[in-house]
């Protein structure tokens, strides 16, 4: 096992929706992290990994296999993150995301009455910037794009804050690579618009000692409440299925009634958030990967049963740490 740091070389441009048009929509729907896809995508990307599956689904399991012959994994390939940030040369951490605008320290938790709130005594805040493209044309190999006339488009980059101070807080995502052969230290690109990060082993015991306690179902999990660091997938059980219990996904907290929610501040309970969340953008054929229903990272859920037979669909995506879970 490996602790993998990802460590932003400038702000990382991460999307949870395909970018719209700029003279169309204003919105532009934001990640604070990245996603699972993205991962194990820039860790074949560091290996040189080239994948000929033309269906989206299908090169992305190819991709996963060629990464565990490569470092010699076993499954779950890869658990996580945690987040650290530097302000002022300190380091402060870990924390995760409970809402799309905020990090917490995993110390801000606080089990009441209530159930489970947070407590702001180390907080950051997530302030994306947003930034207006214009889109390329691509044409052959080895040829130059050119712009498309009248066309462009708004995306996010990654700036985090200090709450309180406002200093600005530098990220440092922290994942379990579970694998034998460590990979090489290289700055590669990450996320959207050509943006690159950091990526590298570490051997730092404040890193290590966290990144040991991360797990997912893949794993045997203990029983007890867990808060969910990575989007937890579901898919719809039944073709008119609306409600979280009509949902595949939640076997490993025996369902809907293992969901406490993502804590609140102040007095207000935990709150069940159900999202659609894309798989990220297949470059080989130039399209995107489905969308699914998620539960948020931040997610509080009580687990019940320690090991569970799963789909092959949670297998793959649990492999690259979609429901990463941290103990409370």
């Known amino acids: 096992m490996k602790t993998l740091i990802v460590k932003p070389v400038e702000p990382l441009s991460l999307t949870a929706a395909p970018i719209t048009s700029y003279d169309i929509f204003s919105y532009v729907s934001t990640l604070s992290t990245p996603l699972p896809t993205t991962v194990i995508g820039f860790i074949g990307a560091a290996l040189g990994v080239k994948l000929v599956s033309k269906d989206p689904m299908e090169g992305f399991e190819e991709l996963v296999n060629s990464v565990k012959e490569r470092l010699k994994c076993e499954d779950p390939v890869i658990i996580g993150?945690?987040?650290?940030?530097?302000?002022d040369g300190s380091m402060r951490g870990p924390t995760i995301p409970v809402r799309n605008?905020?990090?917490?320290?995993?110390?801000?938790?606080?089990?009441?009455?209530l159930g489970y709130n947070i407590k702001c005594s180390e907080c950051f805040e997530y302030k994306p910037l947003v930034m207006t493209g214009i889109a390329l044309k691509r044409r052959a190999p080895g040829e130059e794009k050119s712009v498309r006339k009248g066309y462009m488009y708004k995306y996010p980059l990654v700036t985090c804050r200090e709450r309180g101070t406002g200093k600005v807080a530098e990220p440092f995502f922290i994942y379990v690579l579970n694998c034998e052969v460590a990979l090489d230290k290289k700055v590669i690109r990450v996320g959207g618009e050509s943006r690159v990060a950091e990526v590298y082993v570490t051997t730092e015991k404040l890193f290590v000692e966290y990144a040991s306690k991360l797990t997912n179902p893949l794993k045997t999990l203990q029983r007890g409440v867990y808060v969910a660091v990575s989007p937890i997938p579901l898919l719809h059980a039944q073709v008119d299925g609306l409600y979280l219990d009509n949902t595949l996904g939640l076997e490993f907290v025996r369902g809907v009634e293992g969901v406490i929610g993502v804590p609140q501040e102040g007095d207000k309970p935990p709150k069940i958030i159900v999202e659609r969340l894309g798989l990220g953008f297949y470059e080989v054929k130039g399209v995107r990967r489905p969308q699914i229903l998620v539960l948020p990272p931040g997610t509080l859920v009580k687990v019940e049963t320690p090991s569970i037979s799963l789909p092959t669909m949670f297998k793959l995506l649990y492999t690259i740490g979609f429901s990463s879970l941290f103990p409370t």
């Open 81 to 87: 993150p945690l987040v650290f940030f530097k302000v």
């Open 101 to 113: 605008k905020l990090f917490v320290h995993l110390s801000s938790i606080i089990k009441t009455t």
